[in-house]
């Protein structure tokens, strides 16, 4: 089992351009949650999905974040237009059931110039 | 709403030293709860869990009690290795809400 793999591992972009970062759960999984990670925030979950579906998008923190799951393999969080305050370590995590053990990805380190 | 508290880092200590985390929770319900570790650079991977009123969790030489009387779940260790050296985060699932965690704790382990 390959795990939740992320792309990229890195994210330089400059103030006002739109970022892309990707998930692929592992295969069986029915839940995938985004979550953001900063020092001063520590852990904050963004939105999850349950079978591709949105189920809590109440920690995006404005318009400018949306993320899709178009099938079940396949995850995108998107930022447009990307600010530098949006600099942080964003992970995607997947679980078997509601309550299954997450696991996580190793991340996606976005920095914004 | 549901919330996990853990002590402030970091947390330095010399191999083989005793090692103590603690972490308290407010939960409506009766929640499980869990250990997760962060090694540099990668994700949080799960250490231990325990899902009802004086269960232990265990692994790695790591273990955490969960007692409902003091609403803890404190994690402990006899003897650190530099290898333990990462972030440890508390965490509790109760109910229909996402899996709640604390801000996380470092700990450094020193040869």
């Known amino acids: 089992d390959a795990g939740v793999i992320q792309s990229p591992r890195h994210e330089v972009t400059e103030m006002g351009q739109e970022v892309t970062l990707r998930c692929k759960p592992i295969?069986?999984?029915?839940?995938l949650f985004w979550y953001r990670q900063t020092m001063m925030r520590g852990l904050e979950l963004l939105i999850y999905?349950?079978?591709?579906?949105?189920?809590?998008d109440s920690g995006m923190p404005e318009d400018r974040f949306s993320a899709k799951m178009p099938n079940a393999s396949f995850s995108t969080l998107k930022i447009q237009p990307s600010e530098p305050r949006d600099s942080a370590v964003y992970f995607c995590a997947s679980s078997y059931t509601y309550n299954s053990p997450l696991h996580f990805g190793n991340g996606t380190r976005l920095t914004v110039t | 709403g549901d919330s996990v508290t853990q002590m402030e880092g970091p947390v330095t200590l010399s191999e083989e030293a005793f090692l103590t985390i603690n972490c308290t929770y407010t939960a409506t319900g009766y929640p499980s709860l869990f250990w997760y570790v962060q090694y540099p650079g990668e994700g949080l991977q799960l250490l231990l869990k325990?899902?009802?009123?004086?269960d232990k969790g265990s692994n790695k030489g790591f273990e955490a009690t969960y007692r409902k009387e003091t609403t803890s779940f404190h994690l402990e260790k006899g003897s650190v290795q530099v290898s333990d050296s990462a972030v440890y985060f508390c965490?509790?699932?109760?109910?229909?809400?996402?899996?709640?965690f604390g801000k996380g704790t470092r700990l450094s382990v020193i040869a």
């Open positions: 325990a899902t009802k009123a004086d």
């Open positions: 295969s069986g999984h029915d839940y």
């Open positions: 965490a509790l699932l109760s109910g229909n809400t996402p899996l709640v």
């Open positions: 999905f349950n079978n591709n579906v949105p189920i809590d």
